[in-house]
């Protein structure tokens, strides 16, 4: 025997079937209303998009620049700073002859400060290093391989014994900075 569905049932399901349509509708008109409402105070103005400003074509000539990509890259900057501190420099230090400027094939701790000559009006200063023979050399000259170059020349005299000062050009931590060292006389290197 098989069951048929009774009219109360069908009736039952078409009510429900009403009611939910009904609910659906309403809320549908609810969100309208509320859209309505909310737009009144709307005004329907929007700016204009900025110009885009092309920007400048820069070509790239690597015969005296740096590669953009080496892992010691130096960051551009020019500021110059007192003594004890930093200056950066942009480009990093120029590279120096060696046949021109013997003394920097050597670590400035290998080399010492001999004496200092007078040579007409202009003070000289005499330095040697292990595998290099005595040396004059003067303010403006370089030294060591940090392209140390002599600032001043302090001479001997009374209880000082004389020093050199330079200004050599390191890298540190990606920025090329000037920092100042000294030179020390004979006596007091060992």
Same mark, same amino acid.
Request: glycine letters at 10%.
């Given at each position: 025997?098989?069951?048929?569905?009774?009219?109360?049932?069908?009736?039952?399901?078409?009510?429900?079937?009403?009611?939910?349509?009904?609910?659906?509708?309403?809320?549908?008109?609810?969100?309208?209303?509320?859209?309505?409402?909310?737009?009144?105070?709307?005004?329907?103005?929007?700016?204009?998009?900025?110009?885009?400003?092309?920007? +400048?074509?820069?070509?790239?000539?690597?015969?005296?620049?740096?590669?953009?990509?080496?892992?010691?890259?130096?960051?551009?900057?020019?500021?110059?700073?007192?003594?004890?501190?930093?200056?950066?420099?942009?480009?990093?230090?120029?590279?120096?002859?060696?046949?021109?400027?013997?003394?920097?094939?050597? +670590?400035?701790?290998?080399?010492?400060?001999?004496?200092?000559?007078?040579?007409?009006?202009?003070?000289?200063?005499?330095?040697?290093?292990?595998?290099?023979?005595?040396?004059?050399? $003067?303010?403006?000259?370089?030294?060591?391989?940090?392209?140390?170059?002599?600032?001043?020349?302090?001479?001997?005299?009374?209880?000082?014994?004389?020093?050199?000062?330079?200004?050599?050009?390191?890298?540190?931590?990606?920025?090329?900075?000037? $920092?100042?060292?000294?030179? +020390? +006389?004979?006596?007091?290197?060992?």
């Amino acid at each position: 025997m098989t069951r048929r569905p009774s009219s109360k049932l069908f009736v039952a399901l078409s009510a429900t079937t009403l009611i939910m349509m009904a609910c659906a509708g309403s809320d549908e008109q609810d969100i309208r209303e509320w859209m309505k409402e909310q737009s009144k105070d709307l005004k329907g103005r929007v700016p204009d998009l900025p110009q885009i400003k092309p920007l +400048p074509v820069l070509a790239y000539e690597p015969g005296e620049l740096t590669t953009p990509f080496a892992p010691d890259k130096v960051f551009a900057g020019d500021t110059k700073m007192g003594i004890g501190g930093g200056a950066s420099v942009s480009g990093g230090p120029k590279e120096i002859n060696p046949d021109a400027q013997p003394m920097t094939k050597y +670590p400035i701790e290998s080399i010492r400060l001999v004496g200092t000559i007078l040579v007409g009006k202009e003070l000289r200063a005499i330095v040697a290093s292990e595998r290099e023979p005595v040396r004059q050399v $003067r303010i403006g000259d370089y030294l060591g391989q940090n392209h140390g170059r002599i600032t001043a020349i302090e001479p001997a005299a009374g209880d000082n014994q004389g020093h050199i000062m330079l200004k050599e050009v390191v890298l540190d931590k990606g920025i090329w900075i000037e $920092r100042e060292t000294q030179l +020390p +006389p004979l006596d007091q290197r060992r």
